[in-house]
C-alpha cells in the first residue's frame, strides 16, 4: 500500500519538484535577476517558488560554482522587509528551518513516530491525567507534560476518549482548568494538533491575517514548512471552516512580491 500513501500525501503537496529541471540556468537566471543595479524580485519569484526544496539546493550549489557567492547572503543583500524572510525561509533545508524556528520560538517538540496504540497502556494515561489533576488539589504538571509530549496522536486520541469517560469533561476543560499561562497554550496546543492537524494549522493562518496587522512570521512558517508535506489540504480545511480560500485572504492581507511569492507557493484555489 506504499503506492497509496504515496498518493495521498502528493495530494496534500502545493510545491512540487519542476519537471526536466537543470539547476544551472536557474542558478543563473537568480544571478542576472540580482546584478548591478536593481533586483527583478519577479524572476526570483519565479525561480524559487516553482522548484522543490530539494531542487533549490542544487541551484544554492550550482550558484556557488558558477558565480563563487552564497545565493543566500546573496539574496539578503538584495531584498528586504517580508519578502526577504519568506525567499529566506524558502532556501533553508527542511530539518534546518524547523529547526531555527524552534530555536528562535524557544519551543520544543513532541514523538509522534509511533501510530501504534496499546488501549492498557492507553487507559493507565488516562488514569494518571485525571489523578494528576481532577482527582487532587493543585496540579501535577510534569505528567500532563510527559504525556502529552512523549505520546503518538493515534495513542492520545485514545488517551482523550478514556479521559473524557472517566472525567466526565473533555481534556482541554481540564487543561483549562488546571493550568494557566504559556502552559496552558502549549498543552492546548498539543491536544488541538492531536485532533485534527490541518484544522489546527488553517486556524493558525487565519488568526495570522485576522483583523488589523499581519503575523508575518506565523504566515512565512507554516507555507513554508506545509508546502511540501500537505499545504493542499490545509487549504481545503480553511475555506471548510472559514468560508473564504486561503488565496483570497493573502491577497487582502499582503501586497508587492510578498504577496505574489506567497500565492505561488499556496498554488491554486480548492
Known amino acids: 500500500m506504499a503506492w497509496w500513501k504515496a498518493w495521498i500525501e502528493q495530494k496534500g503537496v502545493s510545491v512540487k519538484s519542476s519537471r526536466h529541471f537543470n539547476p544551472d540556468p536557474d542558478a543563473e537566471t537568480l544571478y542576472k535577476a540580482m546584478k548591478g543595479i536593481g533586483t527583478n524580485e519577479q524572476a526570483i519569484i519565479d525561480v524559487l517558488t516553482q522548484r522543490s526544496n530539494a531542487q533549490r539546493q542544487q541551484i544554492a550549489k550550482s550558484f556557488m560554482a558558477q558565480f563563487g557567492k552564497d545565493l543566500i547572503e ?8 517580508e519578502f526577504e524572510r519568506l525567499i529566506i525561509a524558502l532556501m533553508y533545508p527542511p530539518y534546518r528551518y ?5 530555536y528562535d520560538a524557544m ?21 494518571d491525567l485525571y489523578a494528576a489533576g481532577e482527582k487532587i488539589c493543585g496540579t501535577d504538571e ?15 486520541m485514545r488517551v482523550f476518549e478514556d ?15 488546571e493550568t494557566h499561562g504559556s502552559l496552558e497554550e502549549a498543552m492546548l496546543t498539543v491536544v488541538k494538533c492531536t485532533r485534527n492537524l490541518h484544522s489546527y494549522f488553517a486556524e493558525r493562518l487565519y488568526y495570522a491575517m485576522k483583523g488589523a496587522g ?9 507555507i513554508v514548512s506545509r508546502s511540501e508535506i500537505d499545504l493542499n489540504l490545509i487549504k481545503c480545511r480553511f475555506k471548510e471552516m472559514y468560508g473564504k480560500t486561503l488565496s483570497s485572504m493573502i491577497v487582502e492581507d499582503t501586497s ?5 511569492a506567497l500565492l505561488n507557493l499556496v498554488g491554486s484555489d480548492p
Open 214 to 222: 499581519t503575523h508575518d512570521g506565523t504566515l512565512i512558517r507554516i
Open 98 to 102: 524547523e529547526a531555527k524556528e524552534l
Open 256 to 260: 508587492s512580491d510578498y504577496k505574489n
Open 74 to 81: 546573496t539574496l539578503k543583500s538584495e531584498l528586504s522587509a
Open 163 to 177: 479521559y473524557e469517560k472517566m472525567a466526565s469533561k473533555s481534556i482541554e476543560d481540564s487543561i483549562k482548568s
Open 107 to 127: 519551543k520544543g517538540s513532541r514523538d509522534d513516530l509511533c501510530g501504534f496504540v496499546d488501549p492498557g497502556l492507553a487507559l493507565q494515561d488516562a488514569q
Open 142 to 156: 510534569m505528567k500532563f507534560i510527559t504525556i502529552l509530549c512523549t505520546r503518538s496522536a493515534t495513542h492520545l
